[in-house]
T-cell receptor, first 113, second 111 residues
Framework: KAGVTQTPRYLIKTRGQQVTLSCSPISGHRSVSWYQQTPGQGLQFLFEYFSETQRNKGNFPGRFSGRQFSNSRSEMNVSTLELGDSALYLC????????????FGPGTRLLVL | AQSVTQLDSQVPVFEEAPVELRCNYSSSVSVYLFWYVQYPNQGLQLLLKYLSGSTLVKGINGFEAEFNKSQTSFHLRKPSVHISDTAEYFCAVRGAQKLVFGQGTRLTINP
């Protein structure tokens, strides 16, 4: 079974631009979560989608948004990029529920100049 | 609310020596605990998990962890490390719809 895939793997943008990242979960998984990883803040939860609905959201500004499609694929969007948005963005998928293990993709490394 | 504290930011050990990476957690709900490993320029790979049952959990690559409810700990151990174990290790507790991670422990193996 294929793992979680994320595209693109690397991205360079400039301040003020917007960016869209994509995540394809493991087949059969209906929950997709997004995390931001930075050296200073570590791994922080962005949001979770289940059956095309946002189920939970972390403490990030409204510039960070996401959505999930009927095939469970998910996208996250960051508008008006800031230098501090430079990070590794990780997507994780799971079947559903709190006991289910989350499986992570390789991440998208975003650099904002 | 859940939180995780990894007590050591860096742990250097010699090859073939034993290692213990420490993790303490707090949680107001049922505890589901995980250890993930991150190799350079990669995502997170699940090492092992505790959901219920036996408090000693065995994972991949020879790692194991023990859930201790009274001490609210979930320390990761390996009896003999290899150069290939060099990586960053993250302890996490599963809360409502999200994982809460510790700050990570960088394990460095010296020959």
């Amino acid at each position: 079974k294929a793992g979680v895939t994320q595209t693109p793997r690397y991205l360079i943008k400039t301040r003020g631009q917007q960016v869209t990242l994509s995540c394809s979960p493991i087949s059969g998984h209906r929950s997709v979560s997004w995390y931001q990883q930075t050296p200073g803040q570590g791994l922080q939860f962005l949001f979770e989608y289940f059956s095309e609905t946002q189920r939970n959201k972390g403490n990030f500004p409204g510039r960070f948004s996401g959505r999930q499609f009927s095939n469970s694929r998910s996208e996250m969007n960051v508008s008006t990029l800031e230098l501090g948005d430079s990070a590794l963005y990780l997507c994780a998928s799971s079947l559903e529920g709190r006991k289910e293990t989350q499986y992570f993709g390789p991440g998208t490394r975003l650099l904002v100049l | 609310a859940q939180s995780v504290t990894q007590l050591d930011s860096q742990v250097p050990v010699f090859e073939e020596a034993p290692v213990e990476l420490r993790c303490n957690y707090s949680s107001s709900v049922s505890v589901y605990l995980f250890w993930y490993v991150q190799y350079p320029n990669q995502g997170l790979q699940l090492l092992l998990k505790y959901l219920s049952g036996s408090t000693l959990v065995k994972g991949i690559n020879g790692f194991e962890a023990e859930f201790n409810k009274s001490q609210t700990s979930f320390h990761l151990r390996k009896p003999s490390v290899h150069i290939s174990d060099t990586a960053e290790y993250f302890c996490a507790v599963r809360g409502a719809q999200k994982l809460v991670f510790g700050q990570g422990t960088r394990l460095t193996i010296n020959p």
